[in-house]
C-alpha cells in the first residue's frame, strides 16, 4: 500500500487528456519488470497498470488497474544417504546432496485500487493529505491479489530547496475483506530525498518502515535507491534498487525494477 499511495505524488507531473483552467483528465500507463531474490529462490515479475485520473483546484482523483504476471522459482535441499535394505546407512558410500526446484507462473488482473488527495501549496513547501482504497478483485490462489481489501489515510509533507526535495509521509492502514492470512491495520512511515542531477534525471533515496503487518512478521524497514529519465513529455525510464534490513526467509534479500511510464495525451 506504501508505493501505491505515492501515485498521487507522480501524477502530479502527467500529461492531461484534457484540461480546463480548473480542471483536467489524464491517463497514464506504467510498465515495470521486477526481479526479487530470496534465499531460496527468485521471483521475475512484470506488470502493465492504467493509471487514469481527474483534478480540480487542488483536489486529484485517481485509480489504477495493474495487469501481472509472474515467475516463480523455488529450491531446497536435502542429504541422501544410502541405505540397505533393512534402512541402515551403508558409511562407505558417501552422503548426496540433492536439490529440487520448483518454477510456478501466474498471470492476470491485480488488485485495482482508487484514491483521493488534496493538496497545500505555500512557498517552498506542498502538503497533502490523502485516502485510499485497494480492492479484492485479484485472485489470491494465484498470487494475484491478497482476498482482502484496504483503507488507507495518510500526510505528506515536501519540503523543496533548488534541487533538492525533502519528503516525508505517514498513514494508517486498515485491512478488511475476507482477510484469509489475518493480517493486522498498520501504521506506516517514509521519508526520501530526491536530487535534480540534471533538468530530466532525477536521483531518489527513500525509507520506509511500518508496523507489524501479521502476527510475528520481520521488521519491515526498507531502503531504495532511484533513477528517474523523463526523456521527452511522453516517456520517463526508471530504474532502482532495494533492500530489506532485516535478514528473513519471507523477505526478498534484493529487489530491482526496471520500468517506463508512459503519459499518455
Same mark, same amino acid.
Given at each position: ?6 501515485? =498521487?505524488?507522480?501524477?502530479? %507531473? %502527467?500529461?492531461?487528456?484534457? =484540461? ?27 506488470? #502493465? ?46 552422503? +548426496? ?22 493538496? !497545500?501549496?505555500?512557498?517552498?513547501? +506542498? ?12 485472485? =489470491?490462489?494465484?498470487?494475484?491479489? %491478497? ?18 526535495? !525533502? ?28 536530487? +535534480? &542531477? ?20 520481520? =521488521? ?6 532511484? #533513477? ?16 530489506? !534490513?532485516?535478514?528473513?526467509?519471507? &523477505? ?14
Amino acid at each position: 500500500m506504501i508505493k501505491k499511495i505515492t501515485l =498521487a505524488i507522480s501524477i502530479l %507531473s %502527467s500529461s492531461a487528456l484534457y =484540461a480546463n483552467e480548473d480542471s483536467s483528465f489524464g491517463m497514464d500507463m506504467d510498465g515495470k519488470y521486477q526481479r526479487q531474490d530470496y534465499a531460496q529462490g527468485a521471483s521475475d515479475n512484470y506488470r #502493465l497498470a492504467l493509471q487514469p485520473w481527474w483534478s480540480y483546484g487542488n483536489w486529484l482523483a485517481y485509480g489504477e488497474l495493474p495487469f501481472e504476471a509472474r515467475e516463480s522459482t523455488s529450491s531446497s535441499s536435502q542429504t541422501v544417504y544410502a541405505r540397505t535394505s533393512t534402512g541402515r546407512i551403508i558409511r562407505r558410500i558417501a552422503p +548426496q546432496t540433492v536439490t529440487t526446484s520448483k518454477t510456478q507462473q501466474q498471470e492476470g488482473i491485480a488488485d485495482a485500487s482508487v484514491g483521493l488527495s488534496y493538496g !497545500l501549496f505555500k512557498e517552498a513547501w +506542498q502538503h497533502g493529505v490523502a485516502l485510499d482504497y485497494k480492492f479484492a478483485n485479484g485472485d =489470491a490462489a494465484s498470487g494475484l491479489g %491478497s482476498d482482502s481489501t484496504e483503507t488507507a489515510l495518510s500526510w505528506s509533507s515536501t519540503y523543496s530547496w533548488q534541487q533538492l526535495k !525533502l519528503n516525508a509521509q505517514v498513514g494508517q492502514v486498515w485491512v478488511g475483506g475476507n482477510n484469509p492470512y489475518n493480517n493486522k491495520d498498520y501504521v506506516f512511515v517514509s521519508s526520501s530525498a530526491k536530487w +535534480q &542531477l540534471q533538468p530530466s534525471i532525477d536521483a531518489t533515496l527513500l525509507y520506509s518502515t511500518q508496523s507489524e503487518p501479521y502476527t510475528n512478521a520481520p =521488521a519491515q524497514d526498507y531502503v531504495q535507491g532511484r #533513477l528517474d529519465w523523463r526523456t521527452n513529455q511522453m516517456f520517463k525510464v526508471y530504474l532502482s534498487y532495494g533492500k530489506y !534490513l532485516q535478514n528473513d526467509a519471507s &523477505l526478498p534479500e534484493q529487489e530491482i525494477n526496471v520500468g517506463v511510464k508512459i503519459f499518455l495525451n
